[in-house]
């Protein structure tokens, strides 16, 4: 499985674009990349998956570089609300060994 | 439709106590999970059974034992609480198939073992 590399924390602004990059170097042709968040005292939620270039939805958009050696998820605008920790994983083979890095923690100001 | 059910919420153990940390889904799920969460820290992953009739070990199966009852039910045994076994212990589930890897996860059981 492919390790994943992100920052410990993040600081932003009400209504700033938050892009958070993780790096998987050895990710597999067959694997997929994930991102979760997570609000305190809460479980994880999929925020959104991805395999090459760019995917988006009504929460974020991942992007992909050709090489899938890392990937950028993007909030538009975010809020108060989105003060929570991110985990990107990257996920594919025979479904089961799910591993989470230690997160970002994304801290928005007013 | 609940989605994924964990009991009990909170639970305090002495060093040394059994207990078991139940799971249970209702989306026909066939994969489930078992992490723990300490504070300020990511999910480790302690077991996870792919598929009914499956379970493997994780990250950090040390101590624990899990059974798969049924499609439905996960859980997870401590045989003999530790104290570094103090954690947050969260279930969850994915199907095959599709948005294979969307993990759905449980509220979550607080556990302190004094």
């Known amino acids: 499985l492919a390790k994943t590399t992100q920052p410990i924390s993040m600081d932003s602004y009400e209504g700033q674009e938050v892009n958070i990059t993780c790096s998987h170097n050895n990710i597999a042709t067959n694997d997929y990349i994930t991102w979760y968040q997570q609000f305190p005292s809460q479980g994880p939620r999929f925020i959104i998956q991805g395999y090459k270039t760019k995917v988006t939805n009504e929460v974020a958009s991942l992007f992909i570089p050709a090489d899938r050696k890392s990937s950028t998820l993007s909030l538009p605008r975010v809020s108060l609300s989105d003060t929570a920790v991110y985990y990107c994983?990257?996920?594919?083979?025979?479904?089961?060994?799910?591993?989470f890095g230690k997160g970002t923690k994304l801290s928005v100001k007013p | 439709n609940a989605g994924v059910t964990q009991t009990p919420k909170f639970q305090v153990l002495k060093t040394g106590q059994s207990m078991t940390l139940q799971c249970a889904q209702d989306m026909n799920h066939n994969s489930m999970y078992w992490y723990r969460q300490d504070p300020g820290m990511g999910l480790r992953l302690i077991y996870y059974?792919?598929?009914?009739?499956?379970?493997d070990k994780g990250e950090v199966p040390n101590g624990y034992n899990v059974s798969r009852l049924n499609k439905r039910e996960f859980s997870l045994r401590l045989e003999s609480a530790a104290p570094s076994q103090t954690s947050v212990y969260f279930c969850?589930?994915?199907?095959?198939?599709?948005?294979?890897?969307?993990?759905?996860f449980g509220s979550g059981t607080q556990l302190s073992v004094l």
């Open positions: 969850a589930s994915s199907e095959v198939g599709g948005r294979a890897w969307e993990l759905f």
């Open positions: 994983l990257v996920v594919g083979g025979s479904q089961g060994n799910l591993i």
């Open positions: 059974s792919a598929s009914e009739g499956t379970t």
